[in-house]
């Protein structure tokens, strides 16, 4: 299962993507914990109240700017992967 997003200039410079609602079954409940690797970096992440992964770009190291379009996978042991398209 894929979800592609372009980036919007908030979601670059503030280092996270946004869930759409169409999206939304495809990640864990809202606070859950989950993996999520990017660039062969893994770590814990969630998807708050608003809907959205923030991306800690120390702990990842994505460069993250308006119009990437990003590609989240849901991998087959449950955990998910970010990669620029």
Known sequence: MKYVRILTPTEANRYF???VRKRRKM???VLT???LRISGKMGLVK???QYRIWIAKTK???DMQTNDKLEVTKNADGSYSISKK
Request: proline share 13%; aromatic share 20%.
């Open 17 to 19: 993507i946004k869930i």
């Open 27 to 29: 990640f864990p409940p």
């Open 33 to 35: 914990q989950f993996t």
């Open 47 to 49: 998807v708050d109240k």
């Open 60 to 62: 990842f190291g994505l």
